[in-house]
């Protein structure tokens, strides 16, 4: 009943029975040959295996039992061919098994023993995860690689659908190894020794629901489990109001699964269980959407002094304060960004950023993200045609004539870059309205001037100014606040 | 809140004071109820629903008024103010931070944002007076207050249930000062 096999393609162990009574004190005379021309190698063993070398073609193999005297008792030859030898690979040994929580993941790494081989190899592993406590398989996955003739590690992760801390796992893997030209059987590895997750193979110190806190978009199946202490056990677990099956994990585990959430409260959904003799322990879901594209993206400047974007932020996530979206605002040119403060509960959000000296063309990306997801909207502008002034402020008129009068506005802002247009805004007391434009060089935090001419002799009128950039309109500003004059009399 | 010795406020003037001060409870009486409801009502089931009965749970500094009531009634006017005045001079601390969560979990609930402010006002104003009365009849005051609730919560749901049980205890702590005051309004009349 010789059984050979070989882990590497380079020794095989054979291993047989020995069929007489007295087993005490015997040894093995093993001489092994193969269909090349060479003498036998003779080696001694005392136990029922030797290590071989594999060669191509078949081995002559003879064993002889000798007793404690050394006498032969009996001797068997067999001619193995190479299919009759399994190529078995290493046992793999899991170098770390670690779990991101937050994120239901378990990574594994491992060493493939690529160096046994001195040439590219195909491996395929298989790696199974098991409920610690029932022995469940929960998955069992395959995984090909390529061994190169050097040790490599390899990694690999898998996520649960239930939150790690609801059950201990357990992970084990093994390996095959599909070598094209050897002719005999190939098996399957020993699975590695098990691992579990370190800080998971307790029992839960103090009852509680998990997962804590998720945030998930509206749609989404959750599983939630509630962790009890032992002695405790559990009378039901609800969703908001409503109540579902519990599925047992184990002693001190159950679980709900929860399908197609919508939109939770600002405060979050409670899930949460009542637990006998009277404990109560719950978790929240915050179920939104992630940020919808922002919506009518505008860039400007009141003052050379900032850009000011505003925009719409689109759909409402139906997360808050920490889960709120975030936004910050990218200029390709400069390769600066801006973290926005925006008011989640107004309908339109602004950001600034400053003007820099010598760039007139800023090319904008604001990107949105919160917990679920991302979007962003993007904007070129050329800052000089984006001018959209303040009131004009200080707005002051005089006369010391019957048909002319005197007007004095401060605007702040840099403007010495670009011509300013004007518009006056003349009502009389008819409330006839005139509109006269005028020109003007932008300054520096300055105070503008202007004078109307034409204007009837002792008579009441009305001026209001607003200005804009001349060359590229924009917008105009808002109107200053109205004066009221009354000419001289002629 | 002003510390006077109690031989310069009269017997009238003490009985005033806790004439004012019964009022304020009948005050915070009503409002801590409206508050109670209004924070349940912004946390979702289960506590929105009117059966809801969670197992009592510790709030740091805050007793609660576990005396049975034959048992409270039983106990000195100077026993019963020391109670009031330890549980009023946590209350407070706790509102205060209850609110700083909501603030965090409810950011549109801006009307229970101004109750619980409101609240902690009261609970601060109500410590006031019982320190002025106790002062008055000479009886030994509470320890000071302890601040807040500690660190934050560790969870969305045990800021919420926390903030159950503070409301919850601000409405049992009204309900009982009233009915305190009420006792002592009958023995310093005006």
Known sequence: NLKCIT??????????????????????????????????????????????????????????????????????????????????????????????????????????????????????WQIQILHKETLETVALI???????????????????????????????????????????????????????????????????????DKVVLVGSNVTFCCLYNEGESIKFMKYGSKSYPLLRLNKWSSAIKVQNVSASISSGTNVWCLLEPDGLEGTVLFVGYAPDTPQNLSCETHTFINITCSWKPGRATELYTQRQTKYILFERISKENVTCEVDELKPEHHCNFSVHANQKIYNFTLGASNPLGQAESSLLIDVTQRVHLETPDKFTVSTNSSTNAHLSWYIPGNFIQIRLLCQIEINNSNSEQQLQSVSMAGAENSNYRAWVDALHPYATYTFRVRCSASEHFWRWSEWSEGKKLTTLEA | SSTSSSSSLSQQEVATKIKQTHRLTVLLKHCSEQLLAEYVRHQGEPFSSPDFQPPAMAVPGLPSPSVPPEAWLALSDGKRLWHLAAAYATLPGLLGSVRRQQAELNPLASELHRQLEAAARQCLGLAGNLEGIMGALELPGPPPPSSSLGGPPTSAFLAKLTGYHVCRLHRDWAMRSHEALGLLRTKYPL
Not at chain 1, 28 to 46: D, H
Not at chain 1, 61 to 88: D, R
Not at chain 1, 152 to 181: A, H
């Open chain 1, 7 to 124: 882990h590497d393609l380079n020794r095989m162990i054979c291993s047989w029975d020995a069929t007489s009574s007295a087993n005490l004190g015997l040894t093995y005379k093993i001489c092994y040959t193969n269909s090349e021309p060479f003498s036998p190698v003779c080696i001694e063993t005392e136990g029922k295996r030797a290590d071989i070398p594999v060669t191509i073609g078949s081995t002559n193999i003879q064993i002889t039992t000798l007793n404690a005297s050394g006498t032969p008792l009996a001797t068997e030859t067999f001619v193995l061919p190479e299919e009759n030898v399994s190529l078995i690979p290493l046992t793999p040994q899991i170098l770390n098994l670690s779990a991101d929580f937050s994120t239901y993941t378990l990574y594994l790494k491992w060493n493939d023993s690529g160096s046994v081989f001195q040439y590219e190899l195909d491996a395929s």
């Open chain 1, 142 to 212: 395959n995984y090909d690689s390529k061994l190169t003739g050097k040790d490599s590690i390899l990694s690999w992760d898998w996520t649960s659908d239930i939150p790690l801390e609801c059950t201990s796992y357990y992970v084990k893997i093994r390996c095959y190894i599909n070598e094209p030209y050897f002719t005999g059987r190939k098996e399957w590895s020993e699975w590695s020794p098990i691992r579990t997750v370190p800080e998971k193979d307790t029992k839960p110190n103090s009852p509680m629901v998990f997962p804590q």
